[in-house]
């Protein structure tokens, strides 16, 4: 038994959330110098949880002990009082300020010695292995950079206890490797980290310890090398499932949409994309992959006639009529009118996607009154296809007329995902599809994609999981600054080639494989 108490404890604590139980008793300890992740479905209260220790969010009841002594922390002010710094998944920095002056910024009463905040910011870069120049701008940083200066803030106030909130979530593999170097150091100096993720590979790469919450209730803590992903997997959902994506070979693939060199500018004129060619073929998965605002929105906006082009264009092979169809600069009901079935699961779940107000059956109805048929007429088919996807995709919903934007993120996406799959597309495209979902709704919508490819859908996957992308895709192509730096064979392909083509800023040759 380990008798030197830990950084910090947790005993009972609970929170809610009117009626909702976000977190039930749980009991937690973390130690100093280990790495301990947390895991758990959607809605299984590990952010809630965080929040608590973080300072944003007071427990209802419960205890919080920091190295064997009771702590209130009722402020992230509190938080920093007892050397605990949250790094969360959305970055809180001011663009035009540099890195050393968003680390001190809010400190004491404003009076800055900035060259000798810049030394210190120097000497912890050193101390962890952290790449970052003390005077660089946030408007010209990586995503990797501006997440090492927030990790850098918390160190340079003082912390000793670090919560990291999916860490990886927009990092290329090699940016994921050298994260997981300095994490390293940083538990070898005996500091505490906490490291929320959904990617059960990094999970056992990185921690030492593995802490399971499910339905906001603690289920158990297991020693890393002592596990695999199956038996976390099942201490998550509460069953066995299986987390293997049956990829079939494609069968007498057509090409079925072919973009030839588009272009579209952004706000101040920016190129979002820039020369962009590749070809969506039917019974195949082309997946996108790409740091997070490389271009993919767009893409798949200017296909569905949601963005408008400056140059280039976009054909759609129609199977029906052996007619090839100019898409460029249509409207979306231009592009129904014409008869062309397009489906698009956009990022964008309510607005773009679904309307929040409006229950799950006028949601169903939207896609029937678009294609000119009233929504009066008709209300039992739009009724049995919302109970059908309520029950086929498990949607947790009070009923089919409960308000769309009464349903959790995951939920959403469900209800979004098979309102597009039902209107038997011939070609599919889907952003972040499985973004907010658990592992075994995630694997739900995979098998459902692979469905759509056998029935001869050309699939437009874009993904930020680069194991699922290779596993799932039959073809990949990579996006940077919203050009093409290469098309790569899902079989074959490595997560190392696509995180180098990924930052690649040498465009002048491509990879290509079956492109």
């Not at 100096?189 to 310890?209: C, Q, Y």
């Not at 057509?254 to 969506?280: H, P, Y």
């Not at 773009?352 to 229950?359: A, I, K």
């Not at 990579?478 to 093409?484: A, C, D, T």
Request: proline share 3%.
């Amino acid at each position: 038994m380990n008798a030197t108490p830990a950084a910090i404890a947790l005993r009972g604590v609970t929170k809610k959330f009117g009626h909702v139980v976000a977190n039930k008793n749980v009991d937690l300890d973390v130690r100093r110098g280990e790495i301990l992740a947390i895991l758990g479905e959607n809605g299984s209260g590990k952010t809630t949880l965080m929040n608590m220790i973080s300072g944003i969010y007071y427990p209802d009841e419960g205890q919080i002990f920091i190295d064997g002594a009771e702590v209130m922390i009722r402020s992230p002010k509190d938080a920093f009082h007892y050397k605990i710094g949250m790094i969360h998944q959305h970055f809180k920095l001011v663009d035009i300020f540099s890195a050393t002056e968003n680390i001190i910024l809010g400190i004491g009463d404003g009076k800055y010695n900035l060259k000798a905040a810049e030394s210190q910011v120097r000497e912890i870069s050193e101390r962890y292995g952290f790449v970052l120049a003390p005077d660089k701008k946030i408007y010209d940083m990586s995503v990797s950079e501006k997440q090492t200066v927030e990790i850098i803030k918390v160190l340079y106030r003082g912390a000793d206890i670090l919560i990291l909130d999916e860490p990886t979530a927009v990092l290329t593999p090699q940016e994921t490797d050298k994260l997981f170097q300095v994490l390293r150091r940083m538990r070898d100096d005996g500091k505490a980290i906490i490291i929320i993720t959904h990617k059960l590979h990094e999970v056992l790469a990185i921690s030492d310890r593995v802490s399971v919450l499910r339905k906001g209730e603690y289920i158990a803590t297991v020693n890393t090398a002592e596990t695999n992903e199956s038996e976390l997997t099942e201490m998550m959902v509460g069953k066995k499932i299986s987390l293997n994506i049956e990829r079939s070979e494609p069968k007498a693939p057509q090409d079925r949409l072919i973009v030839k060199n588009i272009s579209c500018e952004g706000v101040m004129g920016r190129k979002m994309l820039d020369d962009v060619s590749f070809t969506a073929r039917s019974g195949e998965i082309l997946g996108i992959a790409g740091i997070a605002g490389s271009g993919q929105k767009e893409l798949l906006e200017a296909i569905a006639g949601l963005q408008n082009l400056s140059g280039g264009d976009i054909l759609y092979n129609d199977p029906k009529t052996m007619q090839t169809v100019d898409l460029r600069d249509k409207s979306p009901t231009e592009i129904r009118e014409l008869g062309v079935r397009l489906s698009f699961v956009p990022e964008d779940r309510l607005g773009m996607g679904l309307v929040g107000n409006m229950d799950i059956i006028d949601n169903m109805m939207l896609r029937s009154y678009r294609r000119g048929h009233s929504m009066f007429l008709n209300r039992k088919d739009p009724r049995d296809l919302a109970q059908r996807i309520i029950d086929d995709l498990e949607v947790i919903t009070p009923g089919a007329t409960t308000p769309v934007r009464r349903l959790s993120g995951g939920n959403v996406q469900k209800v979004l995902v098979g309102r597009e799959i039902s209107s038997h597309p011939k070609v599919l495209m889907a952003a972040y599809p499985v973004r907010g979902l658990d592992i075994n709704s995630s694997y739900l919508i995979y098998n459902l994609l692979n469905k759509q490819k056998e029935h001869g859908v050309a699939v437009i996957f874009v993904g930020e999981d680069l194991d699922v992308l290779i596993e799932l895709c039959d073809r990949i192509l990579v996006l940077n600054s919203g050009k093409v730096t290469g098309i790569v064979d899902g079989r074959t392909a490595k997560k190392e080639e696509i995180g180098l083509l990924m930052t690649k800023t040498d465009y002048g040759t491509e990879v290509q494989a079956n492109g």
